[in-house]
């Protein structure tokens, strides 16, 4: 890195106390991402809320700006810098292990040093990152369980870690369906065997999540969870236009509250609560509190989970619901495996 | 309809284009304007079409002062022009050509094309201007073309129609069937303005004729008052020596031979059918024909730019065919093609850069690939001199030269390189008495150290003047080899227009096919 | 008109030798890769295939009025005879057996290819014939739309580059206005008029100011994308009752709905469809039949000509470029007054660039512009319905599928087009 | 086709000394022609100036007028007028501030400009670089994404010394962006098929193929499967230089030495003329003997090369040195503007690159004073590009006197 330089005092931690700010640097995908950027950015804004400071936020125009964008914010004293997504990865553990006195807590990415091949942890950073498949898995159970087709139908953005979690998940969670009920649900969109699916190709392009998400109920699907941020509102415009009983399920955040409007289309939400995580270590830092390493959210912990059924909560059978209930004990329990790559 | 163009003044950046011009033209009359390039013609006929304004001067139609402010409103007051460059959209049929501006519409804005072709057609049967109404443009030869530009003008009813250079590209019959029609309007009562470098057919076609030089009129007179030879004096302003001095031919050994050549045009029609010839070192075979019969791609095959679809074509007894210009240049080849600007120059760089432009690969302009701006620029400075082309310096990008000095340049630089055979397309097209007698000298020159020159020309007065054979060529075959003694110009056009010496056709194709006329 | 002088008198003599090999060469070539089709069909879609499964081609939706039965065929097989047949004509137009219409030949072998892989995609399976040709009109509309627009703009002599930031601003205004107005109308006409006003801009730059004609689009893409990424971050976030547009509904034509197929796919959708359909029409229409057409045709061809007789070429340029302005935005209010249920930055993600490969693939005439746009999108559809049925293709590869398709067409089939002869070309008036 | 003969010459024409000296031979032509060219460049230095200072006070109203803070204060300007254009003059002064510290009024951000403007310059020379062969190379993305994804893979996969590996990641990013351009360019020179059409679609190829690279095991560090390739190894780095307090990677002189040899290229030897010539008229080109299909098919694989550099630096020269999804594909499309404002020539290019790079490290600096975002600094370029190619517009906002014939047309028709 070139940053190693004047403002080396920066490291606003020691005088914290009275005035804690927390602040955040987005990937290039800007603040109003739709996505996890704006989730976590939420987070930030809760505890600002919550503690009195004005949170701030810096915005990458691209991977070159990551490290001055970490870099000003220290400058002006943050004490808690949040970045977000695999891309600021290698910038903040340079800059964490060049400020080991900043705080930094990174979203959604468990920070790998490449060149080594391994894990990195450090004391000053906060990985959070989340066990999505594992409500994804019951998001797919109870999917299976309300298809009336007897098709269900997923489709993400680019086919990346963070987006195809869901999807394997979600399929396990079929397939276990399946299995207690001796049912041929299928899932069309993504295939475990080949990790492989469909996919519209950016996060941008609304018009092809609507075109996508047409073509999954041509095909029959009947519950479909788009995984392409922002693209997935175009499956709400498909199934509005279609005027057909199809359902969504959301991911990230639970869709009732993100498009309230599209309420009555969402069966449930694969909800990951990168904001309640960020919340969380901003408050625990600003209290002297902070743990780093990894902090890793799951169905245990809360850090990931399902919505309520909302406007469906009376057509979900109660046998389906304990049965939720159930599984997801054995999940936490680690009974039941919800990702494919394990085991 | 009597025009009256009184003290036009009009300047450009730089020049002085008309200087307080005088001209009255009035109605039955066909008035020649005559001048050398660039002597403000054009853009005297400009302004009375109301392209371009004046900037001093008025105009005055049937003795009432017209403030001309656009075509449209030169058009309404009853002036059509036919113009230097056709102003016809290639990609339309005549029909919609003619009726472009003016277009006779039913509901909606839907244009009326039966409406529009039955004018046209009315029109070309009462002025005997025989078109097909349904054909494109681009599909059409000039000559045709020229008769779609005046029906253009007739369509609008035209009182007073100004035809600048239209004879430039047409055939000796074309151009005498053009006089006849010139002729059948003047005498409806209607006015003609009639620009033309051809002092002939000023002198005989014309009642009056006013003489241009560097913007300002420098005479009037009739036909009867005057012969070609004062003309051009007083359009040049010195004597002028009308003919070339030429010795006879001494031809040596065969230079080009081209045997049983076919070609095909861009669309794929065979436009070349078997046309043999030789050109001999030191001496001028021209090519003689209407244009469109074929001569473009013959040149064209022969300088290696144009696929050969049978045939050969041997350089000083090699066989050179489907070689690419490349290859043909460096055999000895220079080509003077027939559209200077299109394909002979790049108008955005500068003169020096398009003298070598074909020559820059060869020693000394570059060496391993690495230009010698130094030699470049030298050698440009000295061909400028030499062959005196008029610019501000070496530097000027070549499309701001005037068309005579754009010609000079190419000129320069293909007789720079041509050491056994000279290809000239249409040399002297659009330049005026003094440029085309350097070039005729220069090309004579070029005859009398011993390069073979094959001429490519539709002037049937510089075939004559410059030949030692005419090849005459009609639908894409050679119809008769005369030496320039046996040539006249009637015979020629009898040749050119297809009227086929039956022998001459036989002999010269080596085929026993009856030609249909 | 240097060029016309070396044109040659059309020789009227029997069929031409030259010109007949040269059409040769074409069926030949035409012949060897329908024959090739054919070989990759009866190879991998049919020897290559499980045996015993059958395909099923639906054809109707649930929803539709009249109900049209599937269709089911033996996948393996109908990879093998749809091969064979395509090899066959392949085979007729190399041997010369067939001699004419030899693009008819090989699109009709181009089809059959394309069945035998749909067939051999959904063995086992089935796969909504209905569901993808719909999908193929749904993605067709903004590129059709946008090239409309470019359409206007070019046959006038403007180049417009600005597509993409034409139906950006549309998109973006749309969905402000309509939510603010509450109706879907306002958004489609304040649409329209962002569109006007971009295309006015660009002939302020590129006909009164003869800013290079590239530039000048460059700028209002670069411009267009920056204002609505800023105005979308400052206002729509902030306040997102302005980002939520109705949408339009989709509609059926009486009567015409109701027939099998075509009902359903052409007589019940959006306004924004039919309003592609009736555009090609009346540009077809007016360009190739009307005075107004004739005129701006004439002003892109040979702006010079075009004065001499009268016709105002600046205004004419304006007129079209505004007009094409209008088309764009309209086409940028589809994303969000239709497509989608509001504005997101960079919605529009390029399909101004391809709907301007579609005006040129479609050779600047509104026909073809549509047809090319439709191949586009259909080569999009076909590739997402690919990816569902169990294709060994990884979805990277699958997602190159239109890309890939345009440039072997444009390649291949279409090779040069010949733009208006005065395309880009900025007009002096003297 | 026939319209263009009669269109105004191209290029402009030099501004001075084309008064009344017709015939003056070529005597004092040389000289003549070095006064022309300089008063030349001062008439080329005033509009862009101008320009730039013209795009950002409208990019400060643009900022005034949406900044909700502001615009309150405005809200009350009738009881406060004062406070109003206090609050505005606050806003556009600090930001334009915090613009000029971060990008060159300090050492480090002169040093994050030149390395902000080194991509640029050589995608923008690649586009310009097609554009004097009368091709419109939009796909400059696609080629910076080959060329990284070459670079990239050499400097992660092979282990060889720095001396060696170094040189073979620059080729190899070269020639991955000249393969990737090539394709275009022989479509183009075979088929005639259009480049703009080919570009754009090859630019959403590369995407895909980089994705598909990105998953794979070859690119993927083992243990990880984010869209994030292997790092560059040491030995395949761009060295760091320091040039007094400015740090730079090595790739700025590699961008430098791009524009030179291209220059050389283009104006020295007879391959550039012969290039030229064919971007200004094919058909004269190709009547001097010169292969045009050749040329096309040359000027894009050069063109796809210098592009593959671009990538190449950013691969082998900035933190991180991992390739990425949509690998800094932008650039590709902000060098459309680079070399348009940089009048297709190499020093312009350079000069416009610096510009952009400036503006694109600045409004790091700017958001991070002031809370501006970033996104208005894309609205300011495009302001830039605007008054910069509009000449005409800049001279009639400031009433100085038009030369002759400024407008200028990079590109010829689309038709073939
Ligand atoms: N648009 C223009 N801008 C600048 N100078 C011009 C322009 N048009 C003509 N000129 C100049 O005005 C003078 C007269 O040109 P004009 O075209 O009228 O000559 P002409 O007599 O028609 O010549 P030619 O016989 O070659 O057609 C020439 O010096 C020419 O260079
Ligand atoms: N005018 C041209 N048109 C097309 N290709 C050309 C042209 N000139 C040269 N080339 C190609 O570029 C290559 C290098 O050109 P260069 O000018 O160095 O010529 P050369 O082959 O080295 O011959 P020489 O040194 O005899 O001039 C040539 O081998 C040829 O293939
Ligand atoms: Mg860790
Ligand atoms: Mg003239």
Known sequence: GDDDDDTEAGGGGGDGGGDFTACQVTDTGGVDDKSFNETAYKGVQDAGEELGFEPRVLESQSEADFAPNIQALMDQGCDLIVTVGFLLGDATADAAEQNPDQLFAIVDNDLFDAEAEEDRDYDNVAELVFATDEAAFLAGYVAAAMSETGVVGTYGGINIPTVNIFMKGFQLGVEQYNADNGTDVRLIGWDNAQNDGLFTGDFEDESKGRATTETLLDQGADVIMPVAGPVGLGSIAAIEASGSDAKLIWVDTDGCVSVPDACDLFLTSVMKNMDVAVYDVAIAAANGEFEGGTNLGTLENDGVGIAPFHEFEDQVPQEVKDRLEELRQQIIDGEIQTSPDEG | ?517 | MPTTLTEPLAPSREADLVAERSAARRRVGFGVATALLGLVAMLAFGIGSESGLDAVFVLSRSSDAVQIPDVTVPARATGLVLGVVVAALGALLVTGVVRRRTFLVFGVGLALFVVALLAWAARGDDISIIGLLDGTLFRATPLALGAFAGLLCERAGVVNIAIEGMLLAGAFVAALTASAAGTPWVGLVCGMAAGVLLGAFLGVMAITYRVDQIIGGTVINIFSLGLTSYLGTQVLARYTDLNDPGAFRAFGIPGLERLPLVGPLLFHNTIYVFLVFVLTAALWWGLFRTRWGLRVRSVGEHPRAADTVGIDVLRTRYRSVMLGGAVAGLGGTWFTLDATGGFNENMTAGKGFIALAALIFGRWHPVGALVAALVFAFSEELQTRLALLDTPIPSDFLLMTPYVVTIVVVAGVVGRSRAPAADGQPYVVE | MTTATEQPPAAPPPAGGDGGDAGAGTGGGRGRAVVARLADLGNALVIPVLALVTALVVGGLVMVFTDPETLDEWGSFLSDPLGALEASWDLVSESYEALWRSSVGTPRGIGRTLVEATPLALAGLSVAFAFRAGLFNIGAAGQLIIGATCAGWVGFTWDLPAPIHLPLAVVAGFLGGAAWGGIAGVLKARTGAHEVITTIMLNYISYRLLDYALRSDAFQPPGRDDLISKPVRESARLPEVSLGEVTVHAGVFVALAAAVAVWWLLERTTTGFRLRAVGANPDAARYAGMSVPAMYALAMVVAGGLAGLAGTSNILGRPSFSLTGGYYSFIGFDAIAVALLGRANPAGVLVSAFLFGALRSGSTGMQAATSTPVDIIVVIQALIILFVAAPALVRSIYRIKAGRGTAQTFTASWGS
């Open chain 2, 1 to 517: 309809m009597k025009v009256e163009l009184r003290g036009i003044t009009k300047r450009f950046p730089g020049v002085v284009a008309c200087k307080g011009v005088d001209l009255t033209v009035e109605s039955g009359e066909v008035h020649a304007l005559l001048g050398e390039n660039g002597a403000g013609k054009s853009t005297l006929m400009n302004i009375l079409f109301g392209l371009y304004r004046a900037d001093e001067g008025e105009v005055c139609l049937d003795g009432e002062p017209f403030d001309c402010r656009s075509p449209a409103q030169a058009i309404a007051a009853g002036i059509g022009m036919v113009h230097q460059h056709f102003m016809l959209v290639p990609v339309f049929t005549v029909a919609e050509n003619v009726m472009l501006g003016v277009e006779p519409t039913g509901p909606l804005g839907r244009l009326d094309r039966v409406e529009a072709r039955r004018r046209v057609e009315e029109l070309s049967d009462r002025y005997g201007l025989a078109v097909d109404p349904d054909a494109v443009i681009e599909d059409l030869p000039v000559g045709v073309q020229q008769r779609v530009e005046i029906l253009k003008a007739l369509y609008r009813d035209a009182r007073c129609l100004i035809l600048d250079e239209p004879t430039a590209v047409l055939t000796p019959h074309e151009i005498d069937e053009l006089m006849a029609i010139i002729r059948q309007l003047a005498d409806g009562g209607r006015s003609v303005i009639f620009i033309s470098h051809k002092l002939r057919e000023a002198l005989g076609i014309a009642d009056r004729i006013t003489v241009l030089r560097g913007g300002e009129v420098v005479g009037h007179t009739t036909p009867a008052e005057t012969d070609e030879q004062a003309l051009a004096a007083m359009m040049v302003g010195r004597d002028v020596q009308l003919v070339v001095d030429k010795a006879p031919a001494r031809p040596g050994e065969p230079v080009l031979e081209v045997d049983g050549l076919v070609v095909s045009d861009d669309r794929g029609h065979r436009a070349v059918d078997g046309v043999s010839l030789t050109v001999r070192a030191g001496e001028i075979l021209a090519i003689a024909g209407v244009q469109g019969n074929g001569q473009s791609e013959l040149v064209e095959a022969i300088c290696g730019l144009r696929p050969v679809d049978a045939g050969a074509v041997r350089l000083d007894g090699r066989d050179v065919t489907g070689h690419d210009p490349r290859a043909m240049f460096r055999a000895g080849l220079a080509h003077v093609p027939e559209d200077r600007q299109r394909d002979g120059l790049i108008g955005s760089l500068p003169v020096a850069d398009n003298l070598v432009l074909n020559q820059l690969d060869r020693r000394p302009f570059s060496r391993r690939s690495v230009i010698n701006r130094r030699e470049v620029r030298r050698h440009a400075a000295r061909l400028v001199e030499e062959f005196d082309v008029r610019t501000p310096s070496i530097d000027t990008p070549v499309g701001n030269l005037s068309g005579g000095n754009q010609q000079k340049v190419i000129i320069a630089r293909e007789f720079f390189h041509a050491d056994r055979l000279l290809v000239l397309s249409q040399p002297t097209r659009g330049l005026d008495v003094g440029s085309i007698q350097y070039i005729h000298r220069q090309i004579v020159a070029k005859r009398d150290e011993g390069v073979a020159v094959l001429l490519n020309s539709s002037e049937l007065d510089e075939v004559l003047a410059l030949a030692d054979r005419i090849a005459v060529v009609y639908r894409g075959r050679v119809v008769g080899v005369l030496d320039r003694e046996e040539a006249n110009r009637e015979r020629l056009g009898l040749l050119m227009a297809g009227a086929v010496e039956e022998a001459a056709a036989v002999e010269a194709t080596g085929e026993e096919e009856v030609t249909v006329t």
